[in-house]
């Protein structure tokens, strides 16, 4: 059973980074694509970027392209998402997921996330 | 980037009503799109993959249907556990966006 933990709330002024952590446990991370989805507050959900193995490459949503970084440690089955510049539009609530690969009745096979972080807060304020 | 639109928003229903939820995307995703149920300060959860497949240990009153630019997931008796927020996701290209979310609220 894979379990995604993920690191504590923080608070960062803005112009700030943010390193956010995500551990796996009961698996191997290196079997695994992680994504990043964020959340603002009074908004939806918002994909901002994962590994894709088909492409064997991470891609990143255009509007964070610059500013973001993402990860693994795999000696220790951690992944990280790094924000920089942040400013207060960055305030928002960051899940880990891993993107599975499933099979369609077709013979395709369909990305999605089916298992999420509890969530990490991190507050932008001056 | 690939454009996804949900409606109703919000949507108000009550408890044992059939509720549909449409997503509609702006170019052809085949069935590459997934519905996800969030509710406040939980992590969302996966529903339906390929636009109908029922996700292990969800309710089978959960469904989704559809294919090309045109999908919808039913409720077929609406209860209490379901008053949330549910989004469409296509997985066919990069980015990997989002519908813009249904807020299933009391009547």
């Known amino acids: 059973q894979v379990q995604l933990v993920q690191s504590g709330a923080e608070v960062k002024k803005p112009g700030a980074s943010v390193k956010v952590s995500c551990q796996v446990s009961?698996?191997?991370?290196?079997?695994?694509?992680i994504h990043w989805v964020r959340q603002a507050p009074g908004g939806g959900l918002e994909w901002m970027g994962g590994f894709d193995p088909a492409d064997g490459k991470t891609f990143y949503a255009q509007k964070f392209q610059g500013r973001v970084t993402m990860t693994e440690d795999t000696s220790t089955d951690t992944a990280y998402m790094e924000l920089t510049s942040l400013s207060s539009e960055d305030t928002a609530v960051y899940y880990c997921?891993?993107?599975?690969?499933?099979?369609?009745?077709?013979?395709?096979?369909?990305?999605?996330?089916?298992?999420w972080g509890e969530g990490t807060t991190v507050a932008v304020s001056s | 980037d690939i454009q996804m639109t949900q409606s109703p928003s919000p949507l108000s229903a009550s408890v044992g009503d059939r509720v549909t939820i449409t997503c509609r995307a702006s170019q052809s995703i085949n069935r590459y799109l997934n519905w996800y149920q969030h509710k406040e300060g939980r992590a969302p959860k996966l529903l339906i993959y390929?636009?109908?497949t029922l996700q292990s240990g969800v309710s089978s009153r959960f469904s989704g249907s559809g294919s090309g630019t045109e999908f919808s997931l039913t409720i077929s008796s609406l209860q209490p556990e379901d008053f949330a927020t549910y989004y469409c996701q296509q997985s066919y290209s990069h980015p990997r966006t989002f519908g813009q979310g249904t807020k299933v609220e009391v009547k």
């Open positions: 009961g698996y191997s991370l290196t079997k695994l694509s």
């Open positions: 997921a891993t993107a599975d690969l499933r099979p369609d009745t077709r013979g395709y096979y369909i990305s999605c996330m089916d298992v």
């Open positions: 390929a636009a109908s």
